[in-house]
């Protein structure tokens, strides 16, 4: 069997494995056993991401993370028309069970001794904060660059820039008393109101977008609220964008009466943005092409394993997998968009044994 043929065969198997985030042990168990069964080399660092390595040579990075959203237990999958989605009560799991599919499929299949070595890693935590990449052992790499497969845009799509993210909370703290004795609170519900007017949201230029999520207060309708939190977001293109609205919103905070406000900020990810001649850009594009796909570069709001990664020293593009409507109970994606992948995938993977062939 080819590895395009056993891949959807391989997709229905790792979708019907329960693997939330945090919850990744039976899908690990599943992806080892497959790679024991067929020769091929792995370890787990001590984070629990599982390091995969088969080939002779040079070696290039395949990468997808084991974690699904949640609603992912009890997944079952329906196939109409050459299109697999779930039963509508759960997420199918194709972010990001097709890429791993499609990389267990290239590897188990691929000559052990063609001038080029692969080295699979599979992450866990991506979807609460990209947890494996930032915690990966990166002492036991043996590559420099290679591809991640975790963008829900079409066959042939690469990744060509992703935001600088920063997480921020604002803890706002009052008096609580009984609704009925007011004169005891201390009420911080105006302070919120106010923080929240004087603060920029959305859109704050092209390559900036700022966002509140959460607003808390309160422990009981009867009671006027101790404390408030607000936990937001950043992401832009640009370091001095991101640096630029957090001095901001420390400003606006600073500036609350009292000394009721407190902000806290934690950089997720650092972002990036590839030049149009940048080497492994061209390559890629050209070895897409290849495969029968058309190239289409476009940059992404999301982060992915693959920032993480770069951030870390290794030159990782992200990927399209094919799949949409992802993180939703409308998830699909089509059984020739899983065979595609792996074209992409083993094209990518050829392309780089000529290249050290040549060399």
């Not at 690990?28 to 790679?35: K, M, N, S, T």
Request: glycine letters at 10%; hydrophobic letters at 40%; charged letters at 25%.
């Amino acid at each position: 069997m080819s590895a395009r043929n056993g891949v959807v065969e391989t997709f229905l198997e790792l979708v019907a494995i329960d693997s939330p985030s945090g919850d990744e042990a039976a899908i690990a168990e599943y992806v080892c056993r497959r790679l024991k069964a067929h020769g091929v080399d792995y370890e787990k660092d001590n984070f629990g991401n599982i390091i995969a390595r088969r080939g002779a040579g040079d070696s290039l990075v395949l990468s997808a993370h084991l974690d699904t959203v949640e609603p992912g237990r009890g997944v079952r999958a329906i196939m109409q028309n050459n299109t697999i989605r779930s039963d509508g009560k759960t997420v199918l799991g194709a972010d990001n069970k097709a890429a791993i599919a499609a990389i267990l499929e290239v590897m188990e299949q691929m000559p052990v001794a063609d001038g080029v070595a692969v080295e699979a890693i599979f992450t866990l935590g991506e979807e609460a904060g990209n947890l494996g990449a930032r915690n990966l052992d990166y002492s036991l790499l043996r590559s420099r660059e290679g591809f991640c497969f975790d963008s829900s845009n079409p066959l042939g799509t690469i990744i060509t820039g992703a935001p600088f993210y920063e997480r921020f909370d604002i803890a706002i703290m009052g008096r609580a008393a009984h609704s009925s004795r007011p004169e005891e609170a201390l009420n911080l519900l105006p302070l919120v109101g106010e923080l929240l007017g004087k603060l920029s949201l959305g859109a704050i230029d092209k390559d900036t977008v700022a966002n509140i999520g959460m607003v808390t207060a309160g422990v009981a309708r009867n009671v006027v609220p101790g404390e408030a939190h607000l936990a937001g977001e950043v992401r832009s293109f640009s370091g001095q964008g991101i640096n630029d609205y957090l001095a901001a919103v420390e400003d606006i905070v600073r500036h609350v009466p009292g000394d009721s406000c407190k902000m806290t900020r934690e950089r997720e990810n650092e972002g990036y943005v590839l030049s149009a001649d940048d080497p492994l850009l061209r390559s890629t594009e050209e070895t897409v092409r290849a495969a029968g796909f058309t190239p289409l570069l476009k940059r992404t709001w999301g982060c992915a394993d693959n920032c993480i990664f770069r951030e870390k020293g290794l030159n990782v593009l992200n990927l399209g997998y094919g799949a949409r409507r992802i993180h939703t109970t409308e998830e699909e994606i089509r059984v020739d968009e899983l065979g595609g992948l792996v074209d992409i995938i083993q094209a990518l993977v050829h392309k780089r044994r000529r290249v050290v062939t040549r060399s």
